[in-house]
Antibody, heavy 121, light 112 residues
Framework: QVQLVQSGAEVKKPGASVKVSCKAS????????ITWVRQAPGQGLEWMGW????????NYGQKFQGRVTMTTDTSTSTAYMELRSLRSDDTAVYYC??????????????WGQGTLVTVSS | QSVLTQPPSVSGAPGQRVTISCTGS?????????VHWYQKLPGTAPRLLIY???NRPSGVPDRFSGSKSGTSASLAITGLQAEDEADYYC????????????FGGGTKLTVL
């Protein structure tokens, strides 16, 4: 069965960086992309970006461009999301999700369990 | 402010039907991008409910249905059950954002 298992909770100080991992299993990693989504406390879902499992091509949300880097390691079927220059409003649960694409669109069909990132001095 | 607009809350009694709207524009829903719907319970990951405007993944009850017209989409839930109380999000893509994904602000469904 398809599973996405994320790394554990992190506590970071403002200005630091965080790198969250997402290990995939149960499917051919390079055949799908990975999307990252976050949810701040009391807020809605926010799309952060996407990375191709095959080519490593990325599409970052405008809000995060210059501050986020998404990568993959196909040898371990793991995706990574690094966010730099952390601020208190980056405190959120970060989710990875498998991106299933049809001829017309893509959607997220399987999700990781989420990783809480707390930014606090 | 979300690119896709949803009502903050809706409510209904058990057994009733409710609908949740998702209003976009000509750069997202109206541009032909599909709309997908997710259910979010506190402390759990989002769950895909509807993909490609009206399709249900296996395991999703047929009480949930989706539709799309013009620059808007809707999620309908019939035969409301207590377990349906959750937050619901629509999602699409936007050509003004280089095809990036966009979510609606979310709708809290309360089962009375």
């Amino acid at each position: 069965q398809v599973q996405l298992v994320q790394s554990g909770a992190e506590v970071k100080k403002p200005g630091a960086s965080v790198k969250v991992s997402c290990k995939a299993s149960g499917y051919i990693f390079v055949n799908y992309g990975i999307t990252w989504v976050r949810q701040a406390p009391g807020q809605g879902l926010e799309w952060m970006g996407w990375i191709s499992g095959y080519s490593g091509n990325t599409n970052y949300g405008q809000k995060f461009q210059g501050r986020v880097t998404m990568t993959t390691d196909t040898s371990t079927s793991t995706a990574y999301m690094e966010l730099r220059s952390l601020r208190s409003d980056d405190t959120a649960v970060y989710y990875c999700a498998r991106d299933y694409c049809t001829s017309t669109n893509c959607y997220e069909d399987y999700w990781g369990q989420g990783t809480l990132v707390t930014v606090s001095s | 402010q979300s690119v896709l607009t949803q009502p903050p809350s809706v409510s209904g009694a058990p057994g009733q039907r409710v609908t949740i709207s998702c209003t976009g524009s000509t750069s997202n829903i109206g541009a032909g991008y599909d709309v997908h719907w997710y259910q979010k319970l506190p402390g759990t990951a989002p769950r895909l409910l509807i993909y490609g405007n009206r399709n249900r993944p296996s395991g999703v009850p047929d009480r949930f249905s989706g539709s799309k017209s013009g620059t808007s989409a809707s999620l309908a839930i019939t035969g409301l059950q207590a377990e349906d109380e959750a937050d619901y999000y629509c999602q699409s893509n936007d050509s003004n954002l280089s095809g990036s994904g966009v979510f609606g602000g979310g709708t809290k469904l309360t089962v009375l």
